[in-house]
């Protein structure tokens, strides 16, 4: 719409300096992962760092920002069946996204990993990401299912949880080596979800 | 062998405490996960806690022997296909190890993800033992294939590597919500990772 009424004055100043600030928290996590500093991040924007506490009170509120940003596994996932992209390329592109931004990756597995600890203010936050998250894959899997682009023999909620379980433990292992072909693993993985008999033909099965 | 020399007097004695501490440490992981309490270990053997660091110097180099323990995935894998038992149950049961014993596996996990900073005292250990672990699972997957209990159309790495993946990352899952079937899943995927022809006859395929 062209027509849509933008926030004026003090309220669409505040949102745009969020968002640069989101924004540079991005690039200087992208460049140095969970060490990315306040101070760095304030000096990109041009602002102190107690300003940037407006925004975001906690360094863990900007940094949960910034993953934020990149949820791309769900959404690609989705956009992928929606119009019949191949799965496969669909998961390719997704793991190259982590291959190419190591840092945010980095930042990611190291949240996710200390907020299993129901104490740790990110508990919630994570226990809800990876519920929509679930959510998410399930739903394309089982469109996928109807539509013959996955293997329907197995149930739909598995295959799901093992697709977002192999690219969060690939992660986890191209972290610690970074010579492991995560794209092509990935690939592979992929490769066995799709209906074993006619795999190039869409052709439909029902569990 | 049974008269095999076993080591005496001040070497012995410093082994047992060692082994001890070790144990007692396991059991405190297994409860309290990642908080486990260096003042809580030293009272389950009875030592003061400066005693612990003559044995552990740092606590992280107690909770690395702690992971150490519990190194079973490989191992189980190994020994499944050594014995000709179904890869699917040396799963399950590995996975349930897991379940069964969250401390341990809420430790590794962070401790896995906080070792991905190069600077990261345990950044060398993890980067060792994941490539001990690829190795390990590597070697069973590619003896599964020629015996024909894993299918062979896809490369053994790139099995192997997925499912300590999908491993790793449903654990990750699991620990957010506990309501997720894990072994349920685990099981789903390693049916996947059979011949997709013949899958209880042994029938040999070659890639």
């Given at each position: ?65 910034v ?35 190591p840092g ?35 739903q ?68």
């Amino acid at each position: 719409m062209t027509n849509e009424r933008k926030p004026r004055g003090p309220y669409r100043k505040s949102a745009q300096r969020r968002e640069q600030i989101l924004q540079a928290a991005y690039e200087a996590v992208d460049e140095h992962g969970e060490r990315a500093s306040l101070h760095d991040i304030a000096q990109r924007v041009g602002v102190t760092q107690p300003a940037l506490t407006y925004y975001f009170p906690t360094r863990d509120d900007l940094l949960l920002a910034v993953l934020e940003r990149r949820d791309v596994l769900g959404k690609a996932f989705g956009r992928a069946v929606a119009e019949r992209e191949t799965i496969v390329d669909s998961v390719v592109a997704g793991t190259r996204f982590v291959t190419d931004h190591p840092g945010i990756a980095k930042l990611h597995v190291t949240l996710a990993a200390a907020a299993t600890d129901p104490e740790s203010p990110a508990h919630g936050y994570f226990a809800d990401r990876y519920r929509a998250l679930a959510a998410e894959v399930i739903q394309a899997v089982e469109e996928g299912q109807r539509a013959g682009v996955f293997r329907a023999d197995q149930p739909a909620e598995h295959l799901a949880r093992a697709v977002v379980a192999v690219l969060e433990g690939l992660q986890m292992q191209w972290m610690h080596d970074p010579t492991v072909d995560m794209v092509g693993i990935a690939e592979t993985f992929t490769r066995m979800l799709v209906p074993p008999a006619g795999a190039d033909g869409g052709e439909q099965r029902e569990g």
